[in-house]
């Protein structure tokens, strides 16, 4: 077993330091002080008496401890001893810790200013830090990742979305100027025309929302509003808001739930979310099949969930759905593909009311599920 240098010189210099320090007192009493701590010590702690010597026949001068006063030197001076020994370590204890604190900050500094393996930087005494900034490094790193990733899906959505605008905004100035042209056109021409430019002037304030949805989401701090919510009357509300889309998707909605069941959260945050599930299934459900939204309560918690049969979702992008900026259908001129924020924003809020969202897909049928927490006066009733 090797011995550390460093601790061995260390040994030698104390005891040098010692040895030099006992030669100094000697010094000091015998030379400096001429005597004068003798003559202290015999005044203060020596009694000096006449005692007659029998073997002497007669009386001699005797000298002896005084040692009640001796004793409480004794303790005086080991206390002392034992609080400068204290200090002393304290002292040095905290030398230490500071040039451990200023060593380990330079060896951080280091490694995470460099790509070097954590073994090439930190000495093997250091290895639990090692450890815990090489986990530190790594999460960060993840996290540089996925921004990245965020800012460039950010980045190409909306280079998408500026594109797109124009194409709509074409059409609606092409059919406006056609309507102002001929005066005399026919009525079931002129119905077309005006039909076809609802329709675009209807696309072209979805992408303008979908701009507006990107540049206020990180500003906006979701807070909620909290009330007793009637959970069947909302999603009836929301089959019966839905009607046109469904139609026009010749889609039906089978609902199946409790008409009792009461949720105690935000009602706005918490439709906005079921508004992005259904809208997310009919996009990407197959025409003229049903979308079939179900609730149920237990003792803790009540469960929504949206199904609809459409593609498979692949794994990979399902482990993705919702995340920020994601859009399932990276297709520009597709209908379908929003700005990627609608999931983002709906796990976010059932976040906030304590509940979770997830989704699966297999055999044609994705389903999106909501869990959110019960009430305690809900659970009691």
């Known amino acids: 077993m090797k011995l550390n240098f460093s601790k061995i010189l260390l040994a030698v210099l104390l005891c040098l330091g010692g040895v030099l320090l006992c030669?100094?007192?000697?010094?000091?009493?015998?030379?400096?002080?001429?005597?004068?701590?003798v003559d202290w010590f015999e005044g203060n702690y020596m009694i000096t008496e006449n005692q007659y010597l029998e073997e002497a026949g007669c009386y001699v001068l005797m000298r002896q401890p005084n040692y009640p006063k001796l004793k409480g030197l004794l303790l005086t001076v080991l206390t002392a001893a034992v609080v400068l020994f204290?200090?002393?370590?304290?002292?040095?204890?905290?030398?230490?810790?500071?040039r451990s604190l200023r060593r380990s900050a330079l060896l951080v500094r280091r490694f995470m200013q460099s790509d070097?393996?954590?073994?090439?930087?930190?000495?093997?005494?250091?290895?639990?830090?090692?450890?815990?900034?090489?986990?530190?490094?790594?999460?960060?790193?993840?996290?540089?990742?996925?921004?990245?990733?965020?800012?460039?899906?950010?980045?190409?959505?909306?280079a998408?979305?500026?594109?797109?605008?124009?194409?709509?905004?074409?059409?609606?100035?092409?059919?406006?100027?056609?309507?102002?042209?001929?005066?005399?056109?026919?009525?079931?021409q002129r119905d077309k025309y005006t039909r076809i430019t609802l329709d675009k002037s209807l696309r072209l304030e979805s992408l303008i929302n979908e701009f507006f949805d990107i540049t206020r989401y990180?500003?906006?701090?979701?807070?909620?509003?909290?009330?007793?919510?009637?959970?069947?009357?909302?999603?009836?509300?929301?089959?019966?808001?839905?009607?046109?889309?469904?139609?026009?998707?010749?889609?039906?909605v089978e609902l199946s739930a409790d008409?009792?069941?009461?949720?105690?959260?935000?009602?706005?945050?918490?439709?906005?979310?079921?508004?992005?599930?259904?809208?997310?299934?009919?996009?990407y459900s197959y025409p003229r099949t049903p979308i079939r939204i179900s609730a149920e309560k237990t003792q803790d918690q009540v469960t929504v969930c949206f199904s609809n049969q459409g593609n498979t979702i692949p794994a990979n992008k399902l482990a993705d759905i919702f995340e920020k900026f994601f859009r399932l259908d990276d297709?520009?001129?597709?209908?379908?593909?929003?700005?990627?924020?609608?999931?983002?924003?709906?796990?976010?809020?059932v976040t906030l009311h304590g509940g979770t969202i997830t989704a699966s897909s297999q055999e044609q049928v994705t389903?999106?599920?909501?869990?959110?927490?019960l009430p305690s006066f809900s659970k009691v009733s």
């Open 218 to 252: 990180n500003l906006q701090k979701i807070e909620l509003e909290r009330e007793s919510i009637d959970l069947y009357y909302m999603l009836v509300q929301l089959t019966d808001e839905f009607y046109p889309l469904l139609n026009d998707h010749q889609n039906t």
């Open 160 to 188: 998408y979305l500026a594109h797109d605008l124009k194409t709509p905004l074409t059409s609606i100035i092409g059919y406006l100027s056609l309507l102002e042209e001929a005066p005399d056109m026919p009525a079931d």
């Open 259 to 283: 008409e009792s069941i009461t949720l105690y959260g935000d009602a706005n945050k918490l439709a906005r979310v079921f508004n992005n599930l259904l809208k997310n299934a009919i996009a």
């Open 116 to 158: 070097q393996e954590a073994s090439a930087v930190f000495p093997a005494e250091y290895v639990e830090l090692s450890a815990q900034m090489t986990e530190i490094r790594s999460t960060i790193q993840r996290h540089e990742q996925t921004l990245r990733e965020e800012s460039s899906r950010k980045n190409d959505l909306i």
């Open 331 to 349: 297709a520009r001129t597709s209908n379908t593909g929003g700005a990627g924020l609608g999931l983002a924003i709906a796990r976010e809020i």
């Open 367 to 373: 389903t999106f599920q909501v869990s959110l927490p």
């Open 23 to 37: 030669l100094g007192l000697y010094f000091l009493v015998d030379r400096v002080m001429n005597g004068a701590f």
């Open 86 to 98: 204290f200090l002393a370590a304290q002292v040095y204890a905290q030398s230490r810790v500071k």
